[in-house]
């Protein structure tokens, strides 16, 4: 079955402090790999994506993610969190061919002063 | 560029009510998604539209759900009756279409809450 797996539901830190969001994807065939943020009242916003090639892919806001296919993982990663990355992220997988997205539950952030 | 569209941002309804949505997408973008987000979960597609045609409805609940996109611009999205676990935030995004799905654009949402 195709699932993805974001297994903290809420996540703390301090600003300034590094982060790192895990996401866990099952997918019967090549994954295509996405993380998404979607602030307060607001849509889905792209951060990343991994489609092939370099495992390591680097995005919008200063984040990256890793791929890494021995551990079904796609983990997301900021070397210095702003107060303004407070928001929901969301881990997606898809496939070569289908452009349907299958999401996973979201990790929500929250980031102290 | 304009953004995807929607409205209304909020609506309350009592159970067995009937509601609508509406979604401008992207200007240009072939393909338009309509996902479900309850509280506590990522969202769900219930309908996938290629211009005006209907590319993937198989989590749509058909009994009471009903989508339409005229001209293959706007959609609407339509619950008759609403339901209790119909209460959920109901987002539209859009995209190109063909490998450019993945780069989808999505809107700030519809806050349904039935009661």
């Known amino acids: 079955a195709q699932s993805v797996t974001q297994p903290d539901i809420h996540i703390t830190v301090s600003e300034g402090a590094s982060l790192e969001l895990r996401c866990n994807y099952s997918y019967g065939a090549t994954p295509y790999l996405f993380w998404y943020v979607q602030s307060p009242g607001q849509g889905l916003q792209l951060l990343l994506k991994y489609f092939s090639g370099d495992t390591l892919v680097q995005g919008i806001k200063g984040f990256e993610a890793e791929f890494k296919r021995s551990q079904s993982s796609f983990n997301l990663r900021k070397p210095s969190v702003h107060w303004s990355d407070a928001a929901e992220y969301f881990c997606a997988v898809g496939g070569r061919n289908t452009d349907k997205l299958i999401f996973g539950t979201g990790t929500r952030l929250q980031v102290f002063p | 560029e304009a953004g995807v569209a929607q409205s209304p941002r909020y609506k309350i309804i009592e159970k067995r009510q009937s509601v609508a949505f509406w979604c401008n997408p992207i200007s240009g973008h072939a393909t338009l998604y309509w996902y479900q987000q309850i509280l506590g979960q990522g969202p769900k597609l219930l309908i996938q539209f290629q211009n005006n045609g209907v590319v993937d409805d198989s989590q749509l609940p058909k009994d009471r759900f009903s989508a339409e996109r005229l001209k293959g611009v706007d959609s609407t999205l339509k619950i008759q009756p609403a339901k209790l676990e119909d209460s959920a935030v109901y987002l539209c995004?859009?995209?190109?279409?063909?490998?450019?799905?993945?780069?989808?654009?999505f809107g700030p949402g519809t806050r349904l809450t039935v009661t």
């Open positions: 995004a859009s995209s190109l279409g063909g490998i450019q799905s993945y780069e989808q654009y």
